[in-house]
């Protein structure tokens, strides 16, 4: 029995395959990250909210924070659902849940906070103008959900430079913008192998802060901590883009 088969959520189902996976055979973080996305359009769309309905009106969903939570590394060979609902319609910022399981067990689960964005002032406007009937979820399965933290970044934490990228057409999305995926890709490419072959990533907190274009030089620096690893990746500008929480566990 699926999880949305009891609960009000919003479910899509991926096969993964052997292509799919990295080279421990997992599948990984920016691959999950990317269709947890795709849900979350796809949900929206269905219900009139979708970035091709906000555009008609003038708006568009801006990602803003996403932390995930996972128990175990996916692997291939059976599919996964990922299920996911609204959880508010107030105020400037709306609240999405995820759920992923695999073979009938929650193997993850993950919080999003979005924002819409008037296009002409490029200033957040009030969720209620773009989700404008109920569609929050009035049953919350009963998961662990990640708490999103405000702060990634502590002022004593020193960061390291580990190397520099270009963005180029593959790193761009369909807004012309650097796509979540690389974002999450290029942070983690600050690691060391031998971590990856150790653990797993069973926590990662994302703030997306701003936008990167063809051309920008990006700068991705490190800072290993006592809990884990973050990384944040700088533009041409010196400004912060991104900045990527991880914590990890023993496989």
């Known amino acids: 029995m699926r999880i949305d088969d009891i609960f009000d959520l919003f479910t899509i189902r991926f096969e993964l395959w052997p292509f799919h996976l990295d080279l421990n055979q997992d599948y990984p973080l920016a691959q999950v990250i990317s269709r947890m996305i795709h849900v979350a359009g796809e949900h929206a769309g269905s219900n009139g909210f979708g970035i091709k309905d906000l555009n008609k009106s003038g708006y568009t969903w801006v990602l803003y924070r996403l932390s995930v939570e996972m128990d175990q590394p996916i692997k291939v060979g059976r599919p996964i659902d990922i299920s996911t609902g609204v959880l508010n319609r107030d105020g400037m910022v709306t609240r999405r849940l995820f759920v992923i399981s695999q073979g009938g067990q929650v193997v993850a689960t993950g919080l999003s906070h979005w924002v819409a964005i008037d296009l002409s002032s490029r200033r957040p406007t009030p969720i209620s103008n773009v989700i404008t009937r109920d569609v929050c979820v009035r049953d919350i399965p009963p998961v662990n959900i990640p708490e999103v933290p405000r702060k990634l970044i502590e002022g004593m934490e020193t960061f390291v430079p580990s190397f520099d990228h270009q963005v180029r057409y ?56 006592a809990e884990g690893d973050k990384m944040r990746v700088k533009g041409s500008d010196g400004k912060e883009c991104f900045v990527l929480s991880l914590k990890w566990n023993d496989k």
């Open 170 to 225: 593959s790193d761009l999305d369909m807004n012309k913008h650097v796509n979540t995926a690389v974002w999450v890709s290029l942070a983690m490419d600050c690691i060391g192998l031998e971590q990856f072959e150790r653990s797993y990533v069973h926590r990662a907190d994302l703030h997306f802060v701003n936008e990167a274009f063809w051309g920008d030089t990006l700068t991705v620096e490190h800072c290993a901590t």
